[in-house]
């Protein structure tokens, strides 16, 4: 009986429909995972808010909670509005009160009211009219003229204050006419305003009357960051059209807010067609960039949708910043992008080497498994390091970017040969030349000048690193600014220049001062008052409850709202106006003065509370820096984070090589391209975010230090083979295209975020990151390299089973003769490549003709030839060489020494 033969055809057409319906499953899957994840992106609450990032015992979130406790929201905005006359104001004012979510607003005519109230209940008991009572202050102003128009106004006065627009109490309209008839009146009212509220309130403050620019106070019933209110800043803005300028905590954040998920488009639009663009430079197809986009962009989505878990969990309970947000696509996608160009590598050599394709795939997957883990855990280390700060947006930044690395990883290693799967047809198809150098002209370069080359690198570092102390850092509200040249910056810019610097500190003291004797509140207001800087005032204004009274006078209506507004709960607020920028030193030092020497004295025994941008800024300065200044953290963040980074990734250098000489050369090179990317900025004389230095740092350490570490596992395998000048070489062929790639695509998407972004902190970073990335590269392709060769005898003494080929002439020799002999090493190679392209490409040709097989054949073994009488001349060299000197080789020594 005949056995019958297996079916192969079947046998393949199973094995063919089994594998298209593993890959269709996988497919669906990786489909599902990123559509559930960009449910989860939508529904991430995302906080534009750094005072939540701050610790919970600092100066700023102890007194930003009790306000709210005791005053609810601080939300607020300014608007001003060119070209409007004063009796034309209260009408738009009328109108942005009347907006649902606007608590209250300020303005020129309510300070008018506020002036001329405490003179009618003054002087009411001895006169009948407002005529009689601007007569009356002759005697209690002594200074003050009392023109005709003066009285002319009094007399408007007599026929009603006030009067109702669109349901808002607001000064009557003839008054507003007869001040904008008669400016001069506006300055007798002023002076009657701060001599009777010790300069509390100007009317300077609200209308500029030469620009004809009004300026009115809004404050939001909810935070700055609910729907409401943003909801009342659109309302407004129709309300005041375009022409109109926007500043306050609520137009800042309602601006990032609105702005930054159009930016993360932008900044997408831009770095993926670069990106594109040179992975075709590195790949050998037009279809790899592809895959690796989509392996990628699977790993991006992932992470940001599961950042949902994180703030559900608690463990980002403030939610997302918005900082982190802003970069976290691109950055990811830069940093991340070598573990799938790794195993995409990878498999192309197996295949180069004759694996077939199902065969090379799983050798790709297995053999990248630990390398790429190598790469992933360095970069992770510094995200770890980040989210060690005591700031807490570093925890944020870091942990989101720790779970993203990890994902790359996870992704890279289980979809890319899948991708590579389902794409191998298409890529077979579109095969092109690599198009990167191969190195060799970089290598005669090194070879060539490599001393000149680490003198230049490490005077260059030495300087940058002298540079450090130079660097101006700001640490408060800069990273929520909005750029130069947006009109967020340039709306802020306009209403400073017209009605000066708006720097409020808030103060928040217990009432029981108000009721001691001799009322400390009262003279904590004037000490406050007369704080000066360098001999010169600098507080514009101080402006409180007590600020706001006249002894002897009922503000009648008035005071109960006045009341409202700075008493609650026990407390009363103090609104003090710095004239200087938030984080300018004076600022500091007015704010030291009150701390450290007011407050103390008029508070002892009770608690007291202090807010503000500046307040912000300082507290974040001391946390950063370390600096002891009574309470406030003495963690030194930098110091401890960078520390921990460094000595972390020396570590698992020093395993990974079972070296101590290369983790000492290889984060020397790292640290040193990060002073010289941080001296450039310092030398452009722009202040940097600290929070961007620091971050920008531990990135550059953790995602280039990858570059260092690859040219190094390349230089040190191939130096157990050749001397130091192969080893050189083949290096820098293995290593360049994959830091050519990975160091651009990160420079690109760094720059990317840079012109983007018009959030001043976010841009800062993406420009330091695009900047280092591309120093890290030039260094590991220049410095390293150098170094490497110079320290070559004491990288293989201080490592544990390095086993370097020793050479086999002195070393004056070997550098006499480096050049010749790695051009015909190159030449060699060249050749090799060429004759195993020819193998597969030739054709039949003629029996009389030459093949170009035959002749590459022949040529190349002319040049082994040649080689090997080189070696043979060198050798009788040596020999000759030791017998005039009466020398002698020792043994693992890379020179001969004399014989004694």
Same mark, same amino acid.
């Given at each position: 009986?005949?056995?019958?033969?297996?079916?192969?055809?079947?046998?393949?057409?199973?094995?063919?429909?089994?594998?298209?319906?593993?890959?269709?499953?996988?497919?669906?899957?990786?489909?599902? /995972?990123?559509?559930?994840? %960009?449910?989860?992106?939508?529904?991430?609450?995302?906080?534009?808010?750094?005072?939540?990032?701050?610790?919970?015992?600092?100066?700023?979130?102890?007194?930003?909670?009790?306000?709210?406790?005791?005053?609810?929201?601080?939300?607020?905005?300014?608007?001003?509005?060119?070209?409007?006359?004063?009796?034309?104001?209260?009408?738009?004012?009328?109108?942005?009160?009347?907006?649902?979510?606007?608590?209250?607003?300020?303005?020129?005519?309510?300070?008018?009211?506020?002036?001329?109230?405490?003179?009618?209940?003054?002087?009411?008991?001895?006169?009948?009219?407002?005529?009689?009572?601007?007569?009356?202050?002759?005697?209690?102003?002594?200074?003050?003229?009392?023109?005709?128009?003066?009285?002319?106004?009094?007399?408007?006065?007599?026929?009603?204050?006030?009067?109702?627009?669109?349901?808002?109490?607001?000064?009557?309209?003839?008054?507003?006419?007869?001040?904008?008839?008669?400016?001069?009146?506006?300055?007798?009212?002023?002076?009657?305003?701060?001599?009777?509220?010790?300069? %509390?309130?100007?009317?300077?403050?609200?209308?500029?009357?030469?620009?004809?620019?009004?300026?009115?106070?809004?404050?939001?019933?909810?935070?700055?960051?609910?729907?409401?209110?943003?909801?009342?800043?659109?309302?407004?803005?129709?309300?005041?059209?375009?022409?109109?300028?926007?500043?306050?905590?609520?137009?800042?954040?309602?601006?990032?807010?609105?702005?930054?998920?159009?930016?993360?488009?932008?900044?997408?639009?831009?770095?993926?067609?670069?990106?594109?663009?040179?992975?075709?430079?590195?790949?050998?197809?037009?279809?790899?960039?592809?895959?690796?986009?989509?392996? #990628?962009?699977?790993?991006?989505?992932?992470?940001?949708?599961?950042?949902?878990?994180?703030?559900?969990?608690?463990?980002?309970?403030?939610?997302?910043?918005?900082?982190?947000?802003?970069?976290?696509?691109?950055?990811?996608?830069?940093?991340?992008?070598?573990?799938?160009?790794?195993?995409?590598?990878?498999?192309?050599?197996?295949?180069?080497?004759?694996?077939?394709?199902?065969?090379?795939?799983?050798?790709?997957?297995?053999?990248?498994?630990?390398?790429?883990?190598?790469?992933?855990?360095?970069?992770?280390?510094?995200?770890?390091? #980040?989210?060690?700060?005591?700031?807490?947006?570093?925890?944020?930044?870091?942990?989101?970017?720790?779970?993203?690395?990890?994902?790359?990883?996870?992704?890279?290693?289980?979809?890319?040969?899948?991708?590579?799967?389902?794409?191998?047809?298409?890529?077979?198809?579109?095969?092109?030349?690599?198009?990167?150098?191969?190195?060799?002209?970089?290598?005669?370069?090194?070879?060539?000048?490599?001393?000149?080359?680490?003198?230049?690198?490490?005077?260059?570092?030495?300087?940058?690193?002298?540079?450090?102390?130079?660097?101006?850092?700001?640490?408060?509200?800069?990273?929520?600014?909005?750029?130069?040249?947006?009109?967020?910056?340039?709306? %802020?810019?306009?209403?400073?220049?017209?009605?000066?610097?708006?720097?409020?500190?808030?103060?928040?003291?217990?009432?029981?001062?108000?009721?001691?004797?001799?009322?400390?509140?009262?003279?904590?207001?004037?000490?406050?008052?007369?704080?000066?800087?360098?001999?010169?005032?600098?507080?514009?204004?101080?402006?409180?409850?007590?600020?706001?009274?006249?002894?002897?006078?009922?503000?009648?209506?008035?005071?109960?709202?006045?009341?409202?507004?700075?008493?609650?709960?026990?407390?009363?607020?103090?609104?003090?106006?710095?004239?200087?920028?938030?984080?300018?030193?004076?600022?500091?030092?007015?704010?030291?003065?009150?701390?450290?020497?007011?407050?103390?004295?008029?508070?002892?025994?009770?608690?007291?509370?202090?807010?503000?941008?500046?307040?912000?800024?300082?507290?974040?300065?001391? /946390?950063?820096?370390?600096?002891?200044?009574?309470?406030?953290?003495?963690?030194?963040?930098?110091?401890?984070?960078?520390?921990?980074?460094?000595?972390?990734?020396?570590?698992?250098?020093?395993?990974?090589?079972?070296?101590?000489?290369?983790?000492?050369?290889?984060?020397?090179?790292?640290?040193?391209?990060?002073?010289?990317?941080?001296?450039?900025?310092?030398?452009?004389?722009?202040?940097?975010?600290?929070?961007?230095?620091?971050?920008?740092?531990?990135?550059?350490?953790?995602?280039?230090?990858?570059?260092?570490?690859?040219?190094?596992?390349?230089?040190?395998?191939?130096?157990?083979?050749?001397?130091?000048?192969?080893?050189?070489?083949?290096?820098?062929?293995?290593?360049?295209?994959? #830091?050519?790639?990975?160091?651009?695509?990160?420079?690109?998407?760094?720059?990317?975020?840079?012109?983007?972004?018009?959030?001043?902190?976010?841009?800062? /970073?993406?420009?330091?990151?695009?900047?280092?990335?591309?120093?890290?590269?030039?260094?590991?392709?220049?410095?390293?390299?150098?170094?490497?060769?110079?320290?070559?005898?004491?990288?293989?003494?201080?490592?544990?089973?390095?086993?370097?080929?020793?050479?086999?002439?002195?070393?004056?020799?070997?550098?006499?003769?480096?050049?010749?002999?790695?051009?015909?090493?190159?030449?060699?190679?060249?050749?090799?490549?060429?004759?195993?392209?020819?193998?597969?490409?030739?054709?039949?040709?003629?029996?009389? %003709?030459?093949?170009?097989?035959?002749?590459?054949?022949?040529?190349?073994?002319?040049?082994?030839?040649?080689?090997?009488?080189?070696?043979?001349?060198?050798?009788?060299?040596?020999?000759?060489?030791?017998?005039?000197?009466?020398?002698?080789?020792?043994?693992?020594?890379?020179?001969?020494?004399?014989?004694?």
């Amino acid at each position: 009986m005949k056995t019958r033969k297996p079916n192969k055809s079947l046998n393949v057409k199973s094995k063919t429909w089994t594998t298209i319906l593993v890959r269709i499953l996988i497919g669906l899957l990786m489909v599902a /995972i990123v559509a559930v994840s %960009a449910v989860g992106y939508f529904k991430t609450g995302i906080n534009y808010s750094l005072i939540d990032y701050l610790p919970a015992n600092s100066d700023t979130s102890k007194g930003y909670l009790k306000v709210e406790e005791c005053f609810g929201s601080a939300s607020y905005a300014r608007v001003m509005l060119k070209n409007v006359y004063i009796e034309s104001t209260p009408a738009i004012k009328a109108k942005i009160t009347n907006v649902e979510g606007v608590k209250f607003t300020l303005w020129l005519d309510d300070i008018i009211l506020m002036a001329l109230t405490p003179l009618e209940e003054n002087l009411g008991g001895t006169v009948t009219s407002y005529e009689d009572l601007f007569n009356s202050l002759r005697l209690l102003v002594p200074s003050m003229d009392m023109p005709d128009e003066v009285m002319e106004f009094a007399r408007l006065l007599d026929e009603g204050l006030t009067q109702e627009i669109d349901g808002v109490t607001a000064l009557n309209p003839k008054i507003l006419q007869s001040l904008n008839d008669n400016p001069e009146i506006l300055d007798i009212i002023d002076l009657i305003t701060k001599t009777y509220f010790d300069n %509390a309130i100007s009317l300077s403050n609200y209308y500029n009357v030469e620009e004809n620019t009004a300026l009115i106070e809004i404050y939001f019933e909810d935070s700055d960051y609910s729907l409401s209110t943003a909801s009342a800043l659109k309302e407004i803005q129709a309300i005041c059209g375009k022409d109109a300028h926007y500043d306050g905590t609520a137009v800042s954040i309602q601006t990032a807010m609105t702005t930054t998920v159009s930016e993360i488009g932008k900044i997408l639009l831009i770095v993926l067609p670069l990106a594109i663009v040179i992975l075709l430079f590195s790949t050998k197809s037009i279809i790899d960039p592809l895959v690796l986009l989509i392996s #990628i962009g699977f790993a991006v989505i992932i992470n940001m949708g599961t950042n949902y878990f994180l703030v559900s969990l608690g463990i980002l309970p403030h939610g997302v910043s918005f900082i982190t947000n802003s970069m976290v696509a691109a950055l990811q996608m830069a940093i991340s992008m070598d573990y799938s160009i790794f195993i995409l590598h990878r498999y192309q050599d197996e295949v180069k080497a004759g694996t077939d394709e199902r065969t090379a795939v799983r050798i790709a997957q297995r053999k990248s498994i630990l390398p790429v883990a190598a790469s992933c855990l360095t970069t992770v280390i510094g995200f770890i390091a #980040i989210s060690l700060m005591e700031f807490g947006i570093g925890k944020d930044i870091g942990l989101v970017f720790v779970k993203g690395t990890i994902i790359s990883f996870v992704v890279a290693i289980l979809c890319m040969p899948f991708l590579i799967g389902v794409f191998s047809k298409l890529t077979k198809r579109t095969e092109h030349r690599l198009l990167l150098p191969q190195g060799k002209a970089l290598t005669r370069l090194i070879i060539k000048f490599g001393l000149p080359l680490i003198i230049f690198f490490v005077v260059l570092s030495g300087l940058s690193i002298t540079q450090q102390d130079g660097i101006n850092f700001s640490y408060g509200e800069s990273a929520i600014s909005a750029s130069e040249g947006t009109k967020s910056y340039e709306d %802020a810019q306009e209403i400073q220049d017209t009605f000066g610097i708006y720097n409020p500190i808030i103060i928040l003291i217990p009432l029981q001062l108000r009721e001691q004797a001799g009322n400390a509140e009262a003279k904590l207001v004037d000490e406050l008052c007369s704080v000066t800087v360098n001999g010169k005032p600098i507080i514009t204004r101080v402006m409180s409850y007590q600020s706001l009274q006249v002894e002897g006078v009922s503000l009648g209506a008035l005071d109960s709202v006045i009341k409202q507004n700075f008493d609650s709960d026990g407390y009363t607020r103090i609104l003090v106006n710095v004239n200087a920028i938030a984080e300018s030193p004076e600022s500091f030092e007015v704010l030291s003065k009150i701390k450290n020497e007011i407050l103390p004295k008029y508070c002892m025994g009770y608690d007291y509370y202090m807010t503000g941008s500046t307040v912000a800024a300082y507290d974040l300065k001391n /946390i950063s820096k370390g600096e002891a200044d009574k309470g406030l953290l003495e963690q030194r963040d930098y110091g401890f984070v960078n520390t921990f980074a460094i000595v972390a990734v020396f570590l698992v250098i020093m395993l990974t090589f079972r070296s101590i000489a290369l983790p000492i050369l290889l984060v020397a090179t790292i640290e040193c391209g990060i002073f010289i990317n941080m001296t450039i900025s310092a030398l452009s004389g722009n202040t940097i975010a600290f929070l961007g230095y620091m971050v920008v740092s531990l990135i550059q350490l953790g995602a280039t230090i990858d570059y260092a570490i690859l040219y190094t596992q390349n230089y040190v395998n191939s130096r157990r083979l050749h001397n130091k000048n192969i080893a050189t070489y083949e290096a820098m062929r293995l290593s360049l295209g994959s #830091i050519f790639t990975s160091s651009l695509i990160l420079c690109a998407a760094g720059f990317s975020i840079y012109f983007s972004s018009s959030v001043q902190g976010v841009a800062e /970073i993406g420009l330091m990151v695009g900047r280092g990335a591309l120093i890290s590269g030039i260094m590991c392709l220049t410095f390293l390299p150098a170094l490497l060769r110079l320290c070559d005898k004491y990288i293989n003494l201080l490592s544990l089973k390095m086993n370097f080929k020793m050479p086999g002439k002195s070393i004056m020799q070997e550098e006499n003769s480096a050049i010749a002999e790695i051009n015909q090493y190159i030449s060699l190679n060249d050749l090799s490549e060429q004759l195993e392209e020819t193998t597969t490409t030739s054709v039949s040709t003629d029996n009389n %003709a030459e093949s170009p097989y035959t002749s590459l054949q022949q040529q190349l073994e002319q040049e082994n030839i040649d080689c090997a009488e080189s070696k043979l001349e060198n050798s009788l060299a040596q020999a000759e060489y030791e017998q005039e000197h009466n020398t002698e080789r020792v043994e693992g020594e890379d020179t001969p020494r004399e014989d004694k």
